[in-house]
Every structure is written in structure tokens, then in C-alpha cells.
């Protein structure tokens, strides 16, 4: 095997690590503009003056993308992990949900709950809830099933960013069952990935919407043939992987050009930028220190917490500071510090204090 593959498991994601909490950033700074809203209604507001603008412009204008290259790097880590046990039966469909659901759910249901409550606060005070709409008894139930983004609702609702995590529960299931009667081949991946490709479109073009179901599935499986791609490349001398590395690098820049310049939209550069940045980071990325490569995994380990938290925090601080204060303080530089600063913080807390005792405890009774 190629000096590549001596590397321990634990340290061969590490590219990705970095990879997501990057995208969680971008998440973070594209939420930023819920500080500009009064109750659920958007104010005007000046895009040149933002914090950091010189640099978080790409995220300010692009971060929502982020959740698509959430799915396509949870495609390749779900593949890798997971593909070869469900294919030669090593992994049962209970046992599978049941590690996915310690994972995600008890700090979704934790922030739901923590939602419910502001939310009530806010809306007592000021007469509409703060960004979403939806904040009813049948919105909370289908949210406390993980069911809020199943085509059941009729908007985001509670703690909306969870929208996306929804959409990807349904395709975990897909994944299993594909992995389990086809086996975690590149083909069974590349024709799941164009049903749900043609699905898209096929439903974009009937009824000129966007179906989270369709497009999750489309990146998630985008980023199963990732990894069949890396494992194929894993094999060759380390001078022709550094010149794939450099072929991703500039193809990213490319297209990424070509989004910026608006001759591309960015649906459909996404479909280059994102596997080929998870492909350039598990090539490009291979920290030899133990110290460096647990500091990476650190920041891996927040993406979830930020995400899942970063709303709820922003609903405190509008019931704490109130939304006239917050908004003189938009575009000073040192707010977004504090703002970022709070949810990475806040999220390292709940990660070792609530978010993984709960797993391990969860695991631990599943097991018995």
C-alpha cells in the first residue's frame, strides 16, 4: 500500500474534518442576517458594510450552500464507515438506526424544546415569533419526530436549520437499504445518485420546486463515489496523487470563478465545487502529529453543535438585548467576533458535557 495508507483510521478523515466545520462556519455567517429581522420579517440592510466582508463575502452570499456539502461529505464518511458491514449483512437496519439516532437526536430534541420555550417568550412579547412562521403544535410534533422536513410541513418551523437534518434521515435509509441489496459498489452509487439527479429535475421542471429529499440524496451519493474515487487514487505513487490534488484545486477555482462572475449558477457548480473539495482535502490534508490531528478532530467534533445551536442562541440574544440594540451593532467586526466566538464555545460545552454522554449512554442501554 502507498505511504498514504499507513496512516491509522482515526487520522485518514481529518481533510473532512476541517471540510465541515468550514461549511458549519459558512452556515454561521449566512445565518448572521437573522440579527437584521423583527419578528419574522426581514429589514433593510447594507451588504458592503457586514463584518469582515473582505474576507466571510463568499459565505455571506453562499453559505447557505453549506448543507449541501454537509450531505456530499456525509455521503463519503456514511460509505466509508458503514457501506462494506451493511453489504455483507455485518450491520443490522435497528442497529443502524439506532446509532444514528443517539447521534442526532437527543441534541435535536434538546434545542426543539429550548426553541419552543423562547420562542413562547418572544412571541408573548413582541406578537409573531422571531424568523419562523410555523411554531404550532403540528409543526412541533412532526419536528419532535424528526419529520419537520418530510413534505408534511408548510414551512421551516422551531429550530429551522434542522431542516436539512431531517431531509437526511429519509436518505440514511435509502443508503442502508441500497448498501444492503446492491452492496456498497461505485455502480449501485452512481445509479442511485442519478435517480435522484433526474428526480430533481423532473420536479423542478413539472413544478418549479426544490425538493430537499431529492437534492440530499443527489450529494449524498455524489460523495459515496468520492470515496470509491479516493480508494482507486489511494493506489497510485504519490507524484500522480499530488497532480490530482492540483486538478481538483484548479477545478474548484474554475467553476467557482465562473459562479462568482454569475455565468454559472451555483446549483450546478456546487456539483463540481463540493466533491472535489472533499476529494482535494483527503488528498491534500494528512497531518502526521497526534496533537494536530486531535485538534482537527476538535473541530470536526462542533459542527453539529454549532449547527443545531447557533439559531437558539440568536433567539436569546434578541430576547436578552432586544432587537434595536442588536441591530447598532450588526456591522461592528467586533459583534460577529462575539457572535461566532459564543456558538463555538457554547457548542465545545454541550459536545463534551451533553451531546456525547448522552450517545455513549444511549449505546450503552441499546447494547443491553
Known sequence: MSDSGKQDAGSRLIGLEVL???AAIGVLVWHYQHFMFIGHEGTPWDPARLPFRWLLAPFYTYGY?????FWCISGFIFTWKYGDRIGRAGLSFGRFVWLRFSRLYPLHLAT?????ALQAVYFARYGQTFVYVFNDARHFLLSLFFANWWGFQLGESFNGPSW???AEVLIYIVFFWVSRLAGSGWKADLITMGAFSIGASVVRSLFGIKLAFTG?????FLGALVLHLYRWIEMFAPRRRQLVALGCAVAIMIVSGL?????????????VIFPASVLLVQLAIRPRGAGIRGWLTDLGNLTYASYMLHFPMQLAAMLVVGPTLLRSWIYDDWFMLAYLGAVLVVAVGVFRWVERPA????RSWGRR
Open 20 to 22: 465541515r466545520f468550514l
Open 65 to 69: 450552500e453549506g448543507v449541501e456539502l
Open 112 to 116: 426543539l424544546l429550548i426553541v419552543a
Open 164 to 166: 436539512s437534518v431531517s
Open 216 to 220: 440530499a440524496g443527489t450529494f449524498f
Open 259 to 271: 459562479v462568482y462572475r454569475r455565468t454559472l449558477a451555483i446549483a450546478g457548480g456546487g456539483l
Open 359 to 362: 450517545q455513549d449512554w444511549l
